[in-house]
């Protein structure tokens, strides 16, 4: 059975740093492109950046520069660091496999207000 469980989101002040995890189940993880999700209240959910087999990554314009994907294959994780955080940053975070994305997790809330 296919899982993502989403880990390390809370209440941050404008400028502060974040780490999120991911840990996955039920898939051979290490031969997956991996990517972070966020959905704001009343907006859809968007691909926030992606981190390929190979290592190479993608991000959505406006986290470039602010936001890193990693991974750890040996643990299952997948992590996204988060600096810089601005209120717009506010969302539940996801993670999932962009080339089949579904099985969603609970997710983990990032609130980021002073």
């Known amino acids: 059975q296919v899982q993502f469980v989403e880990s390390g989101g809370g209440l941050v002040q404008p400028g502060d740093s974040l780490r999120v995890s991911c840990t996955v189940s039920?898939?051979?993880?290490?031969?997956?492109?991996m990517g972070w999700y966020r959905q704001a209240p009343g907006k859809q959910r968007e691909l926030v950046a992606q981190?390929?087999?190979?290592?190479?990554?993608d991000y959505l314009d406006s986290v470039k520069g602010r936001f890193t994907i990693s991974r750890d294959n040996a643990q299952n994780t997948v992590y996204l660091q988060m600096n810089s955080l601005k209120p717009e940053d506010t969302a539940v975070y996801y993670c999932?496999?962009?080339?089949?994305?579904?099985?969603w997790g609970q997710g983990t809330q990032v609130i980021v207000s002073s």
């Open positions: 999932n496999r962009p080339s089949i994305p579904r099985s």
């Open positions: 039920g898939f051979i993880f290490k031969i997956y492109n």
């Open positions: 981190i390929f087999t190979s290592g190479s990554t």
